[in-house]
């Protein structure tokens, strides 16, 4: 019963975002973007079994690029079909594996449409990460009898406290799963607390840990060394997936900390590039000069750096930490749950965020209690820490090192899961 509600809301939803869609078209080409996709004309199967591998969007494809390759390397008798949510997170999946993987963005969640999408792909398995659920689309692999995996599993505290008020409806949904494969204790207590059994459940680590990550290129190392820092002359502040509700404090503190240290330059990138024109009023209206990374700046005629470089780009934030002198990472200020900080600790950066965590409660946790970290509760705490670690190289260099061990530490999730997709597939050879 409570499927069928759900279908007849899955069309009523379409039918009314249909007007809205069509007129954002006109001008927006996110709303056209692939849309025989969004409608389940998904890439046929070709010769090979498929596995289906399912990325929301860009962090989930950069996350999954290690497990990605492994599958490549490792089931060469099996296609890669993956899809993705969002835009963005499709033409990451194309620059960083073309011609490896047929990629695609996941048809809308009605019946029809994830039909025809399960009977073009046909996929042997189906691969989710980081707990994207849509109920049409799980329902109807279980119903073809297709195993299906999640990888990364995890349920923030937010979520949890709705979803025990529907867990009629999502105990169904989760018990699709044939494989669940969680972060860590949180949230397989989490799991189990929604209904799904123990015997579905395997603490299997995070894969942000086992992530590999390439330095910046040389393209970009150069705008930064010719624009911002002077070939490493000045220090760089690099202020990662910025949401809209820290702008403003972020202008305030960039004012405060360069009172103290004027020779600072920052990066900012945003989550959502929407916000850009946004950031450049705010930016310019507090006295900072800037450039954005995709638009070659003018000469430096007058022999002064610009202050801030604008990431207008997708895919390049984890690289762009290598290049820093200190690291805030975003999502945390604001009520949004925080967003990915082993990227900076990878290279061994010392790094900032505010108290919100939700999203990365485990990861922020092994890293403040190591020192690899920094949580600040404020707008005043995180000036303060700027200031201290721009002034000290000894804390930077031990705060680096303290988090880039926690990353060695809590490594293996790959191969766990490369382990578990093996011994899925091989179940289901075997009956």
Known sequence: MARFVYSIFSYFGLILALPFVALKALYDPRYRYRIK????????????KVIWFHAASVGEVLLSLPFLQGVLSQFPEHELFVSTQTPSGHQTVEAKLKGQVQAFLTPVDTPDAVKRAVRRVQPEIYI???????PNLLLHLRDRQIPIILLNGRISEPAFKKYRFFRFFLAPILNSFDYIATRGDYDCKRFMALGVPASKIHIMGNLKYDCKITPCSVEIS??????LTDHGVYPLAVLGSLHEGEYDILVRVCSAVRKKIPELKFIWAPRHLESLTEIKRKLKAAGFSFFERSTAPAPLTDGKFRDIMLLDTYGELASIYSLATVVFVGGSLSPDGGQ??????????????????WNFEDISAHLINNKGAYKVLDE??????FVELLSNKNIRQTMGENG????????????RALQALESVLANKEGK
């Open 380 to 385: 005043d705490e995180l000036i303060s820490k």
């Open 37 to 48: 996709d969004r409608l389940g004309f998904s890439p046929l199967r070709g010769s090979k």
């Open 340 to 357: 990915n900080m082993i990227e900076p600790a990878y290279f061994k950066r010392p790094v900032l965020f505010g108290p919100h965590l």
């Open 404 to 415: 880039y061990a926690v990353i060695k530490q809590h490594q293996g999730a790959l191969q």
């Open 222 to 227: 150069s705008l930064v060394e010719n624009y």
């Open 128 to 134: 989710l990460v980081e707990t994207e659920i849509w």
